[in-house]
């Protein structure tokens, strides 16, 4: 009888995580993925936690850098939702009310939240040391957002979770042995945090394909992203393991966007 309900019970959790959701394609790569979480949702999170943030955060005094990164952020902003009215996404539009935020803080980063919520950071300006290579920086961010990203990550969570609940269920089912119930749990549990970094690094990567034909479509030269992410490399330092890493290593992303996005990107790109 055990053995008829864990087969009920292994349908059950196949069934609730594969139908649930609504089926969304990614602009530019055209990757399809399942999402639980809806767009004015995300829309609602994202603007509170912005507005949370900037009520935080030092905004920048230095002028001139701030209009670049208004002047940066707009320019990429109207290519973004050029090519979304022109390939069958205009729709999605509306889901952007692009604010352009720099910050006072020393760190290397640079963040767009869903709806087009850009914080820069003034710390990273010394390394993209031109509006060209900001533009890579922002088209990569902005990148995350068109792919919703974030509701992706959201959704696996969440598919996770029932799952493991589910999955709790079905071991006290088939073995009474609270022990042996715990450890598969958390050994699931553990497995299924591999492979969100996974997740992660697929995303950044997508992120960087987009977001060099971002740029490319805005009049920036894609060309400049390998220089950019040289010195990049160069500033930061990690012993990570790659398996444990939410981004690609420097190398893996340099030869990437050398290899295979940068030929995309380049016929994307016309000087302005």
């Not at 320019?75 to 935020?101: D, M």
Request: aromatic share 8%.
């Amino acid at each position: 009888m055990k053995h008829y309900k864990s087969i009920f019970l292994a349908t059950a959790v196949a069934a609730i995580l594969t139908a649930c959701g609504t089926s969304s394609t990614v602009p530019v790569t055209g990757r399809k993925h399942r999402l639980l979480v809806d767009d004015a949702s995300m829309l609602s999170l994202s603007t509170q936690q912005y507005k949370q943030y900037m009520t935080q955060a030092k905004v920048s005094t230095d002028k001139q850098n701030t209009q670049m990164v208004e002047r940066v952020g707009r320019r990429l902003a109207n290519a973004v939702e050029t090519y979304l009215k022109n390939n069958g996404f205009a729709n999605e539009i509306q889901n952007f009310k692009w604010e352009f935020s720099l910050v006072q803080n020393k760190e290397v980063n640079a963040f767009c939240m869903p709806g087009g919520k850009i914080v820069v950071y003034e710390g990273i300006l010394p390394v993209t040391k031109d509006e060209t290579s900001l533009a890579i920086v922002l088209g990569h961010e902005i990148a995350h957002a068109v792919a919703k990203h974030s509701a992706e990550q959201m959704s696996k969570q969440q598919r996770a979770n029932t799952g493991l609940q589910i999955g709790a269920g079905l071991l006290s089912v088939i073995s009474s042995d609270q022990a042996i119930n715990s450890a598969a749990t958390n050994a699931a549990s553990t497995g299924l945090s591999l492979l969100n970094l996974k997740f992660s690094r697929d995303h950044e990567s997508e992120a960087d394909r987009i977001g060099l034909i971002f740029a490319a479509m805005a009049g920036y030269n894609p060309a400049n992203a390998v220089a950019f992410w040289q010195r990049m490399a160069a500033s930061s330092s990690s012993n990570t393991p790659v398996w444990m890493r939410t981004h690609p290593t420097d190398e893996k992303r340099i030869s990437d966007i050398q290899n295979k996005f940068l030929p995309e990107a380049q016929k994307y790109y016309k000087a302005q």
